[in-house]
């Protein structure tokens, strides 16, 4: 899927960005970077990338996930419950993942990095937390990756690539020993290998025991053209409706690296409980696109404005190209809750965002 973001601008501002937070060259290499203490200029409907990829996420679900702005950056955190969560707005195939089970020579490597704490643990097939998934129908069963809290037992965390029948999927699954009411670092590095020898997970900082679980090295493909979710996931079959798979949490950090993290460099990460934080929040200028929601007489997109700023309604037929076309829709800024739905009426075939100008 084609990025539909002003490319020069985007990139220009998460180099900045990266420089501002102090990014090493380990940190440089994440493709994913979400903290809450900067969380963009409308934490309330979107919460930015910091890296150089600019991979938005738009706030979805009822109510919202809702940012907890406290004093100090290394408090601020999004409180997510089990019926919302954020979906990417960028370029989804930076997060394709192919391994060697695929074809010789695919394999990439990658690591998962969070940073959240457990509010409440959810119903059996909840507590989504990252993927990027493609229902393919059945309980449990999908294509892609899906890193959760296990579903058939408080505390223990499972990262699954699966190429469609999870019988074919890899596996890793640990056990730690403290997770509700506490902050928790959680990582997974995966060798692009797809094989279960590959996998690796990370506790606060230090390697985590897999716990023996009947999966097999990778069988097949796990490309997915969908956007990476947080919290409630794609629909796939039992395992993650929309509704109730979220993870019920206070999320702080949220990764993904496009190399395996050393140990070393985990333990780094973790800084003895005090992961270092963002302090510089963007002012992005790219499109600020945001959910529809359903109105009477019609559907229409209902964001927050900011004052001195000019919107712009625009559709796509495709949301796999960039040809954006504006719905003729322009309006000056009003400080507050506005709303813009399409002179021509609503459809539901077309994609709509609102440029900001």
């Not at 959240?116 to 993927?131: E, L, R």
């Not at 409706?241 to 985990?266: C, F, K, S």
């Amino acid at each position: 899927m084609k990025d539909n973001r002003i490319p020069s601008v985007a990139v220009t501002v998460a180099a900045a960005l990266l420089a501002a937070a102090g990014a090493t060259p380990a940190t440089a290499a994440r493709i994913l970077y979400l903290d809450a203490a900067a969380p963009g200029q409308a934490p309330e409907f979107y919460w930015a990338d910091l890296s150089a990829s600019a991979y938005d996420f738009i706030a979805t679900g009822s109510p919202l996930p809702a940012h907890v702005d406290n004093p100090g950056e290394a408090n601020d955190y999004f409180d997510m419950d089990r019926s919302n969560g954020f979906v990417g707005t960028g370029d989804e195939s930076i997060f394709d993942f192919e391994t060697e089970r695929a074809g010789a020579g695919l394999g990439t490597p990658f690591s998962i990095n969070l940073y959240f704490q457990i509010t409440d643990f959810g119903p059996d097939k909840a507590d989504q937390f990252v993927s990027k998934t493609d229902g393919v129908g059945g309980d449990g069963q999908f294509a892609g990756f899906m890193y959760k809290i296990n579903a058939d037992r408080d505390g223990r965390m499972d990262f699954m690539l699966q190429p469609g029948n999870n019988n074919d999927r890899t596996y890793h699954r640990t056990d730690n020993p403290a997770f509700n009411g506490t902050d928790v670092m959680m990582t997974v590095t995966h060798d692009g290998s797809g094989s279960s020898a590959g996998l690796k997970q990370y506790y606060n900082g230090s390697e985590a025991l897999n716990i023996p679980f009947s999966a097999n090295d990778l069988n097949g493909s796990i490309l997915t053209d969908e956007q990476v979710r947080i919290g409630i996931a794609d629909a796939v079959g039992g395992q993650a409706a929309l509704t109730e798979g979220g993870v019920e949490a206070n999320v702080y950090i949220i990764e993904i690296y496009d190399h395996i993290l050393t140990a070393q460099e985990v333990s780094d990460r973790w800084n003895n409980g005090s992961p270092a934080r963002a302090t510089t929040s963007p002012a992005r200028p790219a499109p600020f696109v945001i959910d529809s929601v359903a109105l009477s007489g019609g559907t229409g997109l209902e964001f927050s404005s900011l004052i001195g700023e000019t919107y712009v309604l625009q559709f796509n037929l495709d949301t796999n190209t960039s040809d954006w076309v504006a719905a003729g829709l322009t309006v000056e800024e009003t400080g507050g809750t506005m709303l813009m739905i399409d002179p021509a009426g609503y459809d539901s075939n077309k994609t709509y965002r609102v440029l900001r100008q």
